[in-house]
């Protein structure tokens, strides 16, 4: 459907589907901070990348074993084209965490935010070279609102353009496919089995990663054990699985393609959003002048892209009854 369209139910149903997406990815910032920071208190020593390793193997596992339990659909759909589309969803979703994670080793996390905002960019870009066509001047609008304010909520990004900027961009692109992809693949495919096999996926191609950071790290067997064992380990995991990972992902596949791929990514922009509120109510983080600027600049994107084809579908109803 257009979006100059005007709004349907299912479409503002599908809209706020995706912004409760947000609100749980915002929790995940929180999350993975904490399941990374349990090594020192669990083993007595930081354990580097193997932590997130970790922590991204059982957060997709444990998510492929309970959708599986859980929602019968998941299991009764698992066909050839399910497993082609999950590999395709799964691999982008595992590349861009992966290219994240490594570009993560060389800048700040106020910069890997904004490079991977330009996701929204990215989204409507490639949108409008797979249709051949320039995307409606409001998704623009908001697209660009959108990748300013995901840029500026943690403060001005200082930008030198090395290895982990180039790296965090290939994320931004990564992801950016990604939500194209999920539009055209659960369109054709039932949402549930593919977002299975996805998680599947994803774990299986996390293994040799956590294998060889293992290996890099040195990292014992008691000390995975001591780790799996912690509190501050398992309850953010289960946190990441169950919600962020179970719910979150499934509400995306089930409902994106109700939206146009740029509206979607303009919605899933407001992450940032969340994560600092998220991160100043459990102490962590503290109100400024650019958590104003950015989150304003975020919200004022997704409320012209939300209502600007609204109005626009209004304005030529009146002009038709007028003429």
Request: aromatic fraction near 10%; charged fraction near 10%.
């Amino acid at each position: 459907m257009s979006s100059a369209h005007v709004t349907s139910p299912q479409e503002r149903k599908a809209a706020l589907a995706l912004l409760a997406v947000t609100f749980i990815w915002g929790l995940t910032f929180v999350w993975m901070k904490q399941a990374i920071d349990a090594d020192v208190p669990a083993v007595g020593r930081d354990l580097g990348a193997f932590s997130i390793a970790l922590f991204l193997v059982l957060r997709f596992g444990l998510a492929a074993i309970v959708l599986a339990l859980v929602v019968p659909s998941a299991r009764r759909g698992l066909d050839a084209r399910a497993w082609r589309g999950g590999t395709w969803l799964g691999g982008l979703l595992f590349g861009g965490f992966l290219l994240q994670m490594w570009g993560l080793e060389g800048v700040s996390p106020a910069v890997s935010a904004f490079l991977t905002s330009l996701y929204v960019v990215f989204t409507a870009l490639l949108s409008a070279a797979h249709a051949q066509k320039p995307p409606h001047p409001v998704l623009v609008v908001g697209a660009l609102l959108a990748t300013f304010g995901g840029a500026f909520i943690g403060g001005p990004p200082q930008l030198t353009f090395g290895l982990g900027e180039w790296l965090t961009v290939g994320c931004a692109l990564v992801f950016a496919v990604h939500i194209l992809a999920t539009d055209r693949i659960t369109k054709s495919v039932a949402p549930m089995p593919v977002t299975f096999t996805s998680f599947a996926v994803v774990t299986l191609a996390a293994l040799p990663l956590l294998v060889l950071f293992a290996a890099r790290e040195h990292v014992t067997a008691s000390e995975t054990l001591a780790l799996l064992g912690s509190r501050g380990f398992l309850v953010p995991l289960a946190g990441s699985s169950l919600l962020a990972t179970v719910v979150a992902i499934s509400l995306m596949n089930v409902f994106q393609r109700e939206l146009d791929p740029v509206r979607a990514a303009i919605l899933y922009a407001l992450e940032p959003v969340w994560a600092a509120v998220i991160s100043i109510g459990v102490g962590t983080d503290t109100f400024d002048r650019w958590l104003w600027i950015g989150g304003g600049a975020l919200l004022a994107g997704n409320v012209i892209a939300e209502l600007g084809p609204l109005l626009a579908r209004r304005r030529a109803e009146r002009s038709g009854a007028g003429s």
